[in-house]
């Protein structure tokens, strides 16, 4: 059974991307549970699933569908050994850091159980943006990143809770489908062929759906 090593929360700050100004990225550790509820929707929501958190880019971050991002600590750990650098949680902007869950290869739509009560469901990877690339200040990170295919996963509020570090995290259940984060991260990306079938996945974001079905019609 893996668990929550850190919560995050933004810290607002300035992009040094252009045209970015605010941004949330900057994730930092707080200490005692935090509630965390669906925001709903993107633009006109609460943005961010987790109280105390902000989402300035709305119009592609946050919502339902995005309420929560984690990052393991073992592609930390393994960013770290390929970039010769130090990365503490947070650093990539999510706002579970985990330990002992294989975040890239949860099954999107699988039900995760945190603590006593809070249940969250993967939707999609992490796809990286300027904001991001300016916050690393590594050559070429959106490709860098896209490439090593460690995303990391947005989750959707089942069930609304409090989350704190050290609360156990389980998969009460998972689709048969089988198709993963890093699976569809890939695909979306990569395997333009691959698209239709993707767009039928159970569990994916309507949003993307749609995006996907318009863009294997082209």
Known sequence: MGSILSVNLAVPELST??????????????????????PGPKTTGLHSGLVGDQIFDVE??????????????????????????????????ENLTTVGVDVNHAVIGE???????LELQPTFGRVPCATFQARMAEPQWVKTFTRENRPGAYLRVVRPGKVQAGDPV?????????????AAFRAYLTEPESLPTLAETEGLPDDLRRKLRRRSRS
Request: charged share 20%; hydrophobic share 40%; glycine share 14%.
């Open 17 to 38: 991307a252009a045209r970015v100004g605010l941004t949330g990225i900057n994730k930092q550790p707080v200490d005692g549970p935090v509630t965390v509820r669906a």
């Open 60 to 93: 592609h971050h946050g919502g339902d569908d995005q309420a929560v991002y984690a990052y393991a600590r073992e592609d930390y750990d393994w960013w770290e050994a390929e970039l010769d650098r130090v990365l503490p949680g947070g650093v990539f902007g």
């Open 111 to 117: 039900t995760w159980l945190i603590g006593d009560s």
């Open 170 to 182: 389980s998969v009460i259940h998972r689709p048969a489908h089988g198709v993963t984060i890093a």
